[in-house]
């Protein structure tokens, strides 16, 4: 039964159908499939093999990138509502789209990866100035800083993530927080996180997932 559930619910994603994909995850349920199993062995799994698929494919389309985000992300909370034992959320990361770069298509996908592995997303939206990423970093109690830029000028730029680490070095709070970026001027030079601060990057939402529940880990181990 998995295997037609996995098959059945890939091609509704593959369609971007998100009325598809919650049709098929109702017939798992009534089917007796635990909501765990769902998120875990075909929610998951739908959104590595999209990704990977469109990190392979460059004229891959954007909608399908977009839409297999937001329904993993819908369908992970509808079912979370119904887990047995809340899974514990892994940690908290605050994420928004640099100063000045008002880009956000990026930005979503990674946080519908984020949601259906159990992290804790706090969306500041776009043009966010540095700032509010450190205050609302603290007031939420997050683990990471996720910065998105799509612009060179907001990724190398002094309102940007340059920023964001020079606040985190004067308020004495570095240990407390990593800064993770992302977005096209990262994977034109894959240094270039280093040079403006951040602790690490990804070049997609599936590794920037892994990447940011790596560095929630860290931090709270300290
Ligand atoms: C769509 C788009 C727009 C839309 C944005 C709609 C929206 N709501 O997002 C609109 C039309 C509004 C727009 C506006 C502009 N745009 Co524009 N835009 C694009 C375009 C075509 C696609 C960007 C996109 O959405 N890509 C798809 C997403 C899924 O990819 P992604 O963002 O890279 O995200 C993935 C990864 O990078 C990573 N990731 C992203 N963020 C993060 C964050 C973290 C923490 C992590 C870990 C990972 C991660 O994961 C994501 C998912 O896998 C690009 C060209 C291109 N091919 O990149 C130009 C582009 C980015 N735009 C550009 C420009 C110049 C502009 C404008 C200035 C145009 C103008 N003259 O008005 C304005 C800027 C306005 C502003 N101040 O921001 C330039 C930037 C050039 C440069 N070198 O800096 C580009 C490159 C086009 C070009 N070739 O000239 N744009």
């Keep these: ?3 037609a559930i996995i098959k059945a619910y890939n091609e509704a994603v593959f369609e971007t159908d998100k009325d598809a994909a919650f049709e098929v995850v109702a017939q798992a ?4 499939m635990t909501p765990e199993d769902i998120v875990f062995n075909v929610v998951i799994p739908a959104v590595e093999e999209m990704m990977s698929h469109i990190t ?6 954007l909608a399908q990138h977009f839409m297999t985000a937001q329904i ?3 369908v992970t909370e509808k079912m979370l509502e119904k887990f047995q034992h809340p899974p514990e959320t892994i940690g908290q990361l605050v994420i928004g789209t640099a100063f000045g770069d008002l880009h956000s298509l990026g930005k979503r996908i990674v946080i519908g990866c984020l949601k259906a592995m159990m992290v804790n997303v706090i969306d500041l939206g776009v043009n966010v100035p540095a700032e509010r990423f450190v205050d609302e970093a603290i007031k939420h109690n997050a683990q990471v800083i996720g910065i998105s830029a799509m612009m060179v000028h907001s990724a190398i730029g002094e309102e940007g993530c340059r920023k964001v680490r020079r606040i985190l070095r004067e308020r004495g709070l570095e240990d407390r927080f990593r800064i993770v970026v ?3 001027p990262y994977r034109f030079d894959e240094q270039l996180y280093k040079v403006v601060g951040a602790d ?4 997609d939402a599936v590794n920037g997932a892994k990447v940011i529940v790596d ?3 860290e931090v709270k181990a300290l």
């Design 29 to 32: 349920l009534a089917a007796g």
């Design 1 to 3: 039964m998995l295997d």
């Design 182 to 184: 992302g977005g096209a």
């Design 215 to 217: 560095m929630i880990r």
């Design 200 to 203: 690490g990057w990804a070049a």
């Design 56 to 61: 392979k494919d460059p004229d891959a389309n």
């Design 72 to 74: 993993a992300s819908a």
